[in-house]
């Protein structure tokens, strides 16, 4: 089981922009997809972005063009910049590893005035 520690969640106001870090343990890392999902107050998870083991990204529509995901596999470490953050983008933000179906602890993101 892969351990994910996420990091770089607080407080933004609309309009601004946050880094979100996730550092894994475990040796594959370089060889797996690595994903971002959310979850809002009272609502379901949802999946926000995939990095694949080529660094092909895929990211959700509500999200597209504004968040970019990216990794460093000799740190083992996989991001989520979140640019023209929106209220709508608060929720615990979390890194999930496909391949173990492993999560990390969440972050939380708030964005308000």
């Known amino acids: 089981q892969v351990q994910l520690v996420e990091s770089g969640g607080g407080l933004v106001q609309p309009g601004g922009s946050l880094r979100l870090s996730c550092a894994a343990s475990?040796?594959?890392?370089?060889?797996?997809?690595m994903d971002w999902y959310r979850q809002a107050s009272g609502k379901q998870r949802e999946w926000v972005a995939t990095?694949?083991?080529?660094?092909?990204?895929t990211y959700a529509a509500s999200v597209n063009g504004r968040f970019t995901i990216s990794r460093d596999n000799l740190q083992k470490t996989v991001y989520l910049q979140m640019d023209s953050l929106k209220l709508e983008d608060t929720a615990v933000y979390y890194c999930?590893?496909?391949?173990?179906?492993?999560w990390g602890q969440g972050t939380q993101v708030t964005v308000s005035a």
């Open positions: 999930h590893a496909p391949y173990s179906d492993s």
């Open positions: 990095i694949d083991s080529s660094t092909y990204t």
């Open positions: 475990g040796s594959i890392f370089r060889s797996v997809s």
